[in-house]
């Protein structure tokens, strides 16, 4: 072994040329080792302190090269390079990200007195992404517009999902049969019974009224992610459910709110859109359709005072949000997504299907 006394005007090229470096060499520094390096240029560095690394900002990185570690002052973070990008030391754990994942609603039922379409399911929570690994994204589309006159259930929407999460689709509003489960249940009619919803995704649909006389009928709000939709009365339809607010792209929104049920001009009012983008019933003229990318069922169909009827309202397409730490952020992702950021988050707004590589 080698022992090199190293004095503060001492060129460390220099010490290692005079060094024996076929076996162990240490350097002292006021004759206490510091340093030592073993004949397999293992480094092992003595005493309590710590070794600083090259640091400066992300426009002051090196040519990369496998292997490297700096303290990058831009974040600020430890990253490496590695595979020809530099990445976060962070970024190689299995990251929690925050997501929201919200389905497509269901269309109104079409008729007058028809129940509001039940809006997609939702689902908030966390997960633990695995590094390198690629998640695919769906977005669900909202259930299609029933036509005047068909006397049918309105059209289901389709799933959403992401990071092995599944929202299930919101049911059709009901005209002639009972509505189906669905995220949130559909809105009921006189001749159809309300929806289910999806236990922690949704609720159900409120009931239809069968009154005596015409209208004959006054349809149920339909179900949205926060409540059940309202039952409706001999004189007024019911009101879709509200929805369930997030913050998680940085601002409360509220989405997947329930389809209002149809009313009729010959005495019975409309039922409004639950918030968070449920359309309202259909009065004299079509249903109005659940917002797009919030989730929203659509309004129910109605008569239009001068013998005929309304089309019923679309439901809203679905939503996918994740919401990364920024040092585990990729920056590796299909399908186009909206990049914000919200405090050490950054937050991926998905309106189309995708994926994220985390």
């Known amino acids: 072994m080698s022992t090199i006394n190293a004095k ?8 290692i040329k005079t060094g ?3 076996s162990t060499l240490t350097f002292q520094v006021n004759s206490a080792t510091a340093l030592t390096l073993d004949s397999s240029q293992n480094a092992n560095v003595a005493g309590t302190g710590a070794i600083i690394v090259p640091r400066g900002t992300t426009a002051q990185r090196p040519t990369g090269v496998n292997g ?3 303290y990058n002052t831009s974040y600020p973070l430890f990253e490496s390079y590695a595979n020809g990008s530099w990445v976060a030391l962070t970024s190689y754990l299995t990251a929690t990200v925050s997501y929201l994942i919200i389905a497509g609603g269901g269309s109104g039922g079409a008729a007058s007195g028809a129940g509001g379409g039940g809006a997609g399911g939702y689902l908030a929570n966390t997960a633990v992404l695995t590094r390198g690994t690629s998640y695919t994204i769906t977005v669900g589309g909202g ?4 036509a005047a006159g068909s006397y ?18 919101g049911s059709g509003g009901a005209y002639g049969s009972a509505a189906a489960t669905g995220g949130s249940g559909g809105g009921g009619s006189s001749s159809g019974t309300e929806g289910s919803g999806t236990s922690g995704q949704g609720n159900n649909g409120g009931a239809g009224a069968n009154n005596s006389g015409i209208p004959a009928s006054s349809g149920g709000g339909g179900g949205g992610a926060g409540a059940v939709g309202v039952t409706a009365t001999s004189s007024a339809a019911g009101a879709g459910g509200a929805g369930s607010a997030s913050s998680i792209s940085g601002s409360s929104v509220t989405r997947a709110g329930g389809g209002g049920g149809a009313g009729d001009p010959r005495g019975i009012s409309a039922g409004a859109g639950g918030s968070g983008g449920g359309g309202a019933g259909g009065y004299t003229g079509d249903g109005v359709a659940g917002t797009v990318n919030l989730g929203g069922g659509g309004g129910g169909g109605s008569y239009n005072g001068a013998g005929g009827l309304t089309n019923s309202g679309a439901g809203g397409s679905g939503v ?9 952020y990729s920056n590796t992702s299909t399908g ?3 990049v914000t950021t919200s405090g050490n988050n950054t937050i991926l707004t998905y309106t189309a299907s995708g994926t994220y590589t985390a």
């Open 20 to 22: 024996d470096n076929t």
């Open 320 to 328: 996918v949000i994740l919401s990364i730490p920024t040092s585990s």
């Open 336 to 338: 186009s997504p909206t």
């Open 8 to 15: 503060p005007d001492t060129i460390l090229g220099q010490l």
């Open 143 to 146: 259930g299609a517009s029933k």
């Open 152 to 169: 049918t259930n309105g059209n289901a929407g389709t799933n959403s999902s992401a990071l092995g999460f599944t929202a299930i689709a």
């Open 68 to 70: 490297m570690v700096r």
